[in-house]
């Protein structure tokens, strides 16, 4: 079992920057691959933002996210973070951080990941 709590959301200015964490508890952090994913408002679904593989060797990234996002991992801390640069308008919804255990590559699908954490809430204003 994987707890996840997401922090660092907020309101920011577009251009501005956030960094997103999540921390785990439970066992084994080294062994999932860790998401990010995000949910804009009045949408359903959550939308992949970028990955990074239970390795830390390779990271995946939305292409509205290249470029601007970064993902790492800090295993010692068990803890993922979302650097998030020139943030946009459009950037704005719910994050949330999911753990997929033991993948063979990360995986862009939310049914795919384990565990969820509870959200953190990115509102970017123009």
């Known amino acids: 079992q994987v707890q996840l709590v997401e922090s660092g959301g907020g309101l920011v200015q577009a251009g501005g920057s956030l960094r997103l964490s999540c921390e785990a508890s439970?066992?084994?952090?080294?062994?999932?691959?860790m998401g990010w994913f995000r949910q804009a408002p009045g949408k359903e679904e959550r939308e992949f933002v970028a990955?990074?593989?239970?390795?830390?060797?390779?990271?995946y990234y939305t292409n509205s996210a290249k470029g601007r996002f970064t993902i790492s991992r800090d295993d010692a801390k068990n803890t993922v973070y979302l650097q998030m640069n020139s943030l946009k308008p459009e950037d704005t919804a719910l994050y949330y951080c999911?753990?997929?255990?033991?993948?063979?590559?990360?995986?862009?699908?939310?049914?795919?990941?384990?565990?969820w954490g509870q959200g953190t809430q990115v509102t970017v204003s123009s």
């Open positions: 990955g990074i593989h239970w390795s830390g060797g390779n990271t």
């Open positions: 999911a753990a997929d255990y033991l993948p063979w590559t990360v995986q862009p699908g939310e049914d795919k990941y384990d565990y």
């Open positions: 439970g066992r084994s952090f080294s062994s999932y691959a």
